[in-house]
């Protein structure tokens, strides 16, 4: 069988499951968000990586039904844990060009809000930069995300061509940015200088800013000094299942 005839079999077969990465505050390392990760365990070909099969069930459509099964897990898990009187935190769940150029996206976030009874505010929609190019298209869908009172991110920022300023005439909130610039940042290379530069800019156009793939003291401690308070990478936690995530909450309550 080919992958994807398995990937066709895996969501009734229950051979998804989520990861969540916490994003946190570098300084106190308190846990500020969770990002969703989705992990596909296939009883024939193993572990498979999302970067190897997203972009199948992309081409092949099957990033639909998957995209909707990520959502609605990561809210209802989400839901859970505020029942159980964790702290209450938003949940990130990236989204996929076929998903955001999707005519009825919008309604099914809003179904999925309403079917789990997690506020909006708690649910954070991660795009890329290359998604927005289509401006009429972007400006529609994330006013409409914003109307809904959901949190729109722009996922792996400096990779894609688009500006701050071009990204500052659209309704988003948080900027991550790419592992790429992160990693081996030191005060002398121009890693550091870009990610300084991303960090003013993004201060500016009043967005949050989350750096990714923080994986060293050094690199943690010069986001600091930049003004970047929230990070996300190795050094703090790899992504984990919905228990590890429950322990690590419940410590700070
Ligand atoms: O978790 P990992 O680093 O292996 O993820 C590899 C890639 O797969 C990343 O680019 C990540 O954004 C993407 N990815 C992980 N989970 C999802 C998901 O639920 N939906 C989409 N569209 N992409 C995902
Ligand atoms: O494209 P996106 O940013 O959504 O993907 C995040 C990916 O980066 C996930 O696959 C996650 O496992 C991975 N990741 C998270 N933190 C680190 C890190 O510190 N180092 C590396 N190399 N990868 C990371
Ligand atoms: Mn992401
Ligand atoms: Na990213």
């Known amino acids: 069988m080919d992958i994807e005839s398995r990937l066709r079999k895996a969501i009734e ?135 809904l009172g959901v949190s729109i991110a722009i996922d792996d920022f400096g990779t894609g061509y688009s500006s701050l300023s071009y990204l500052s005439e659209l309704p988003i909130d948080k900027l991550k940015i790419d592992q790429s610039f992160v990693k081996g940042m030191d005060l002398h290379n121009v890693n550091a200088s870009i990610v300084n530069t991303i960090i003013t800019m993004a201060e500016n156009l009043n967005l949050q800013v989350i750096a990714e793939g923080v994986e060293t003291e050094e690199e943690c401690r010069l986001l600091l000094q930049y003004g970047c308070m929230t990070m996300q990478g190795y050094m703090f936690g790899h992504p984990m299942e919905s228990g590890a995530v429950s322990e690590l909450l419940a410590l700070e309550q």
């Open 13 to 147: 077969r229950k051979e998804f499951l989520l990861h969540f990465q916490p994003i946190l505050n570098g300084r106190d390392r308190i846990i500020t968000g969770l990002e969703c990760l989705i992990r596909w365990q296939s009883p024939e070909l193993g572990r498979v990586s999302p970067a190897e099969f997203i972009p199948i069930a992309e081409e092949t459509g099957l990033i639909h039904s998957i995209g909707e099964w990520v959502l609605l897990e990561a809210c209802r898990q989400n839901k859970r844990w505020q029942n159980e009187g964790l702290p209450k935190i938003p949940i990130a769940v990236n989204l996929s060009t076929q998903q955001f150029n999707d005519g009825k996206i919008i309604e099914r976030i809003e179904n999925i809000l309403n079917e789990t009874g997690l506020a909006a505010e708690y649910l954070v929609i991660e795009i890329t930069e290359s998604m927005t190019m289509n401006k009429h298209h972007a400006l529609t869908l994330l006013r409409n995300l914003k109307k």
